[in-house]
């Protein structure tokens, strides 16, 4: 009299043997759930090129099903997933810029938290962490520097009153605007020129004019190794003959795991099930939003720019 998509055999005694579905649909919870109609409405979402869903076990609950899609990132066009998460990053530190004030004159760490508790990243970590940055800078004995995302100046404070020339730049309009305000009359910072702008707009400046270019605690923030590559051979254009591009705070690819186990031990405190911290742990790592870069991506680029 109807179809309902079961697939059955009856047996000589006339009952029905279930033996599963002659179409998709999957029961979730008690609902019956066409698996085409969810990869179908996967695919109209922008930025995805194919699509699959499955019904699997859920490990959470035996004995029940949870419905699981898959996903193939689409290529991006003309830069459109890069633009938008950088406009992304500048949404939020606009705001929080907009919030905290500059680090030139004194050490300040504010918006620094830490991973594995609630509250600030402590000071003498910080600190030491400032110092070491500042040493190995200081190393390559600049008289000319660019410091691309100088942020609320925690390199350019300290660094700026020591060479000839300094040029930073930010994707953050408000952090530059009080740059720009606390360094204008200080003679210390005269020779001091900022701009806001993204770190792939390296437009208006010389070729060759610099000892230095800084690229300190900002690659996390960048939407894709690709931008990356693109920001470091821009980067080496523009240094002199024995200038150097330092590239400092970048999160490391093969650690990832291991971090976001840390933290979640971390969190999770003495006694933790091993299998829900291992979940939280995995489900962290997929959510990661930052870049995380290899270390033999940085070879295998440096043997390109020869």
Known sequence: MYRTGDLAVRRPDGNLDFLGRTDDQVKIRGYRVELGEVVAALQRLPGVAEAAAVARDD?????????VGYLVPAE???GGLEAEQVAEWKEIYDA??????????????AGWDSSYEPGPIPFDNMH????????????????RVLEIGVGTGLVLGRLAPTVESYRGTDLAEPVIAKLRAELAGDPAYAHVELHARPADDLSGFPEGGFDAVVVNSVVQYFPSAEY????????????????????????NLRLAETFHTATQVARA???????????????????EKELLVDPDWFAALAAELG
């Open 96 to 109: 929080e810029y907009t919030e905290v004030g500059t680090a030139v004159g004194v050490e300040e760490y």
């Open 76 to 78: 991006p066009e003309d």
């Open 128 to 143: 030491s962490w400032r110092e070491e940055t500042l040493r190995r800078i200081a190393e390559l004995a600049p008289r």
């Open 59 to 67: 490990p959470a609950a035996p004995g029940l099903k949870r419905l």
């Open 228 to 251: 990356l590559a693109r920001v470091l051979r821009a980067a080496v254009r523009l240094l002199a003959p024995g200038g150097a591009v330092f590239v400092g705070d970048v999160r």
């Open 269 to 287: 405190g003495a006694g933790a099930d091993p299998a829900t911290v291992a979940r939280a742990a995995q489900r962290a790592l997929a959510l």
